[in-house]
């Protein structure tokens, strides 16, 4: 790909906004490979919402961007205790090890794919006293509505979440990247990165956002809530479960979580994996694993990016595009059963490689036990041994009393001192 409109219409595909067209134009003009990075905090477990910007991100790599991704585990910890030290070190290996899998099952070349660790670089000298710089050029105000989408609000915050939006803005410095990717969410971020980072003698930087996507129940997808999203390890007949109560009412298109993921990363991954098999070999000679047959049925017509099948009668509806998809919808034309069904297979499908892959791996599966340990797991009860404990005989009694014979207690008198060995207040020794 060596035209500059045409890796700039890859770059910027599907995206909300793009803050430094300019920018990122000028690089692309000049030859050079654009690089950015893309952040998250190592927290809950990493669900089907990330699919979106790893589409996104599939889309640099594959426009030559060098891209690296950030675990941001000191910004995992800041913000209001997320996710406890002890346990960040664990997450982050379990976040690598699922995207970079994901990566991997859609064929998408990383050889200009990094994974980086921000307290590799957070804690250095240099970086500490820049954010000290930063701090005496940030009003509260300021801290705050930068982070107002992103940082957990609580009545009275800690001043912990105060740091968090310096901290992602310096990040594009000390990653030497020329612009940073994330949802729209982040825009604030972004803006307070544009207005502060040059205070400091560094060059502003392009930001490019995409749009939210609502989760399974219509509202924001979050780790906290299991029905809103679907994790990456989830067996089908939880897949199925989820979809089954996810929100979709005929003809709503507005919050539709099932259309929203459909949009941004089903027919996405389906017109890669068409053009995987137009090009033998693979996109860039990259392997694959799993299947990479696109969300369609083997009749469909040529061009035909997604089917839907009807359960219950009548023949399958091929679209070529998200629009017409959506507009039938709209219309009615397409059943919420019908429109689960083909969106849970379709998941399912896209799920599969990676679990597999995950599964084969011990190391993964046991990195995956320590960053998520299941804390409501009783544990087994231990038997208790029962303890011996010594009951000493009544005196007089026992099996090492010697009791005199019949004789000698006939040869002796009661008064006799002898005969005060047969009474109680006698030494036994039992």
Do not use: M, W
């Given at each position: 790909m060596d035209d500059v409109e045409e890796k700039y219409n890859l770059i910027t595909s599907r995206l909300q906004e793009v803050l430094g067209v300019s920018q990122i134009k000028s690089i692309l003009a000049e030859g050079r490979a654009p690089r950015c990075y893309w952040g998250t905090a190592p927290t809950g477990r990493p669900h089907i919402g990330y699919f979106v910007p790893l589409i996104k991100i599939a889309d640099f790599l594959r426009a030559g961007v060098e891209v690296k991704i950030l675990f941001a585990d000191v910004h995992a910890f800041l913000d209001n205790l997320k996710a406890p030290l002890d346990l960040v070190t664990h997450r982050t290996k379990y976040y690598e090890c699922i995207l970079g899998t994901v990566f991997t099952s859609l064929g998408i070349p990383t050889s200009k794919l990094t994974f980086v660790k921000g307290s590799d670089f957070?804690?250095?000298?240099?970086?500490?006293?820049?954010v000290y710089k930063l701090s005496t050029l940030v009003t509260e105000h300021d801290a705050k509505k930068a982070g107002a989408e992103v940082v957990k609000q609580v009545e009275s915050p800690?001043?912990?979440?105060?740091?968090?939006?310096?901290?992602?803005?310096?990040?594009?410095?000390y990653l030497d990247v020329d612009f940073q990717f994330g949802?729209?969410?982040?825009?604030?971020?972004?803006?307070?990165?544009?207005?502060y980072l040059p205070r400091l003698g560094y060059s502003k930087r392009a930001h490019l956002m995409n749009p939210m996507v609502p989760g399974l129940m219509g509202g924001k997808m979050s780790s906290s809530d299991p029905d809103s999203k679907i994790d990456f390890l989830d067996p089908p007949e939880?897949?199925?479960?989820?979809?089954?109560?996810?929100?979709?009412?005929?003809?709503?298109?507005?919050?539709n979580g099932l259309l929203a993921f459909l949009n941004a990363v089903l027919m996405p991954v389906s017109q890669l994996r068409i053009e995987r098999l137009?090009?033998?070999g693979g996109i860039d000679g990259q392997e694959s694993v799993g299947s990479q047959k696109p969300f369609v049925t083997d009749d469909a017509?040529?061009?035909?990016?997604?089917t839907i099948t009807r359960e219950k009668g009548g023949g399958p509806s091929h679209y070529q595009n998200y629009q017409e998809l959506e507009d039938d919808f709209a219309a009615k034309k397409i059943h919420p059963g019908d429109l689960k069904a083909s969106v849970r297979d379709a998941i399912i499908s896209l799920l599969r490689p990676i679990q597999a892959t995950f599964f084969a791996n011990e190391d993964w599966k046991q990195?995956?036990?320590?960053?998520?340990?299941?804390l409501s797991a009783k544990p087994e009860p231990q038997?208790?041994?029962?303890?011996?404990?010594?009951?000493?005989?009544?005196?007089?009694?026992?099996?090492?009393?010697h009791l005199p014979s019949q004789s000698t207690a006939e040869s002796v008198s009661p008064d006799s001192p002898q005969g005060s060995s047969s009474q109680p207040d006698s030494k036994v020794v039992a």
């Open positions: 957070q804690l250095s000298k240099e970086y500490t006293l820049d800690l001043l912990s979440g105060l740091l968090y939006p310096g901290l992602q803005a310096l990040d594009e410095q949802g729209v969410d982040q825009r604030k971020i972004f803006t307070f990165a544009e207005l939880v897949v199925k479960r989820k979809i089954k109560k996810a929100f979709c009412e005929e003809g709503n298109i507005s919050e137009r090009d033998e017509p040529e061009g035909t990016v997604f990195t995956e036990q320590l960053a998520y340990p299941n038997k208790k041994k029962k303890e011996k404990v010594y009951h000493p005989p009544p005196p007089g009694k026992g099996k090492n009393v």
